[in-house]
């Protein structure tokens, strides 16, 4: 794994998520409570993007059946999935963002 570099914090505003391609990878960036999460953007109940789901707090809802997932921690906080999804360290430095992948 290594840090890459994808944007500036500002790119993603308060309480939403953005999509990035990082080595073959897709992966969802969101923003709660000013602090940036990273996480797999693909379901793994039936491979729905995540970015665009309906974010509360630190849990993201799946717009395609409902499932939930935790964003710090990727664990399933109700289904119908029942596979957790992957989590990726993020680093800030002036203003910008890295992702551990
Ligand atoms: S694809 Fe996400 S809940 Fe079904």
């Known amino acids: 794994m290594a840090f890459v570099k994808l944007g500036k914090v ?11 391609e990082i080595k073959d990878r897709w992966v969802a960036v969101f923003k709660v409570n000013n602090e940036l999460k990273a996480v797999d953007d693909i379901c793994s109940h ?6 665009d789901g309906e974010l ?11 499932a939930r997932f935790d964003i710090r921690t990727g664990k399933v906080c ?12 993020i680093r800030i430095a ?8």
Do not use: Q, R, W
Request: charged fraction near 25%; charge should be negative.
């Open 94 to 101: 002036k203003g910008s963002f890295e992702v551990d992948i």
């Open 10 to 20: 500002s790119d993603i505003p308060e309480g939403s998520g953005k999509m990035y």
């Open 56 to 66: 509360e707090n630190y849990e993201i809802e799946c717009n395609a059946h409902g």
């Open 78 to 89: 109700s289904g119908p999935a029942v596979t957790p999804i992957d989590t990726f360290p």
């Open 46 to 51: 039936a491979e729905a993007y995540l970015h």
